[in-house]
Structures are given as structure tokens and as C-alpha cells.
């Protein structure tokens, strides 16, 4: 199966996401690295790894992020593990967690759980 990182500057958000993914996918294989190693509000490159090494298998691991230097920190990570089965999705973080993980439970492969997570990018929640 897939597994899932959620990286967010802030730790109760990335719990959040963990939380209601599950609520759907209970089989989820889900880590989180949100915020800073003492609780505060950032990004840690020591934090990803950990999460990516905690759901690190054969199928691979979709990385979902927030914003800004969480991007950042894991464009450096793909860079450097270029040999492993990583991929950052380009999402709303809290929509395409969701759906990924969805996807990853019903089997999907690594490129197709990234694809459906993309997709979260045109979603309509309100139609006027």
C-alpha cells in the first residue's frame, strides 16, 4: 500500500488531516511532520524524513504539503533520495490527503494515488 506524509507548518493541523482521513480510510498508512521538533509552528526537515521513513514500503510514499517552506523542504528531500519511490502531490492539502488516502486503501499505485490527489485542484464545493 501507498503511504501517506502530511507536512504542515503546524502539528494540530497535520493531526487533523490524519484524523479525517481516517474517519474514511482506517487502513490509511499515514505519518505526519507537522511543525517544529518542539511543538512550534515551522518546518523540519528532521520531522519529514522520520514520517517518510515511518511509511516507507514497496509501493512507495505520497508526500501532501501546505505551503511555502514545506515545499521547499521536500523538493530538497525528492532531490536528494532520487532512487526512492517519493512523490510530492501538488494539492489542497487537507482535500487531496483525503482522497489519497482513499486511493492508496483501495490499492492504487504511487502515480495514480498522486493523480487523484491533483485532481482535488479543480474541485467544486459550492456551485452557484
Known amino acids: 500500500m501507498v503511504g501517506l506524509v502530511i507536512v504542515t507548518h503546524s502539528p494540530t493541523l497535520a493531526k487533523g488531516v490524519v484524523e479525517t482521513c481516517c474517519m474514511m480510510a482506517k487502513d490509511a498508512r499515514i505519518a505526519t ?4 521538533e518542539n ?15 515511518a ?3 514497496a ?6 504539503v501546505d505551503a511555502g517552506s514545506s515545499i521547499l523542504t521536500v523538493e530538497t528531500i525528492l532531490d536528494e533520495r532520487k532512487d526512492a519511490l517519493l ?8 482535500e487531496g490527503s483525503l482522497v489519497a488516502a482513499v486511493a492508496a486503501v483501495c490499492g492504487a499505485s504511487l502515480d ?9 485542484r479543480r474541485a467544486v464545493k459550492i456551485d452557484d
Open 39 to 53: 511543538g512550534a509552528f515551522g518546518t523540519s526537515y528532521a520531522r519529514i524524513m522520520h514520517a517518510i521513513d
Open 87 to 94: 512523490r510530492m502531490a501538488d494539492c489542497p492539502v487537507v
Open 33 to 36: 511532520a507537522g511543525g517544529m
Open 55 to 57: 511509511v516507507y514500503g
Open 59 to 64: 509501493d512507495g510514499v505520497v508526500i501532501l
Open 112 to 120: 495514480e494515488v498522486v493523480r487523484r490527489a491533483e485532481e482535488t
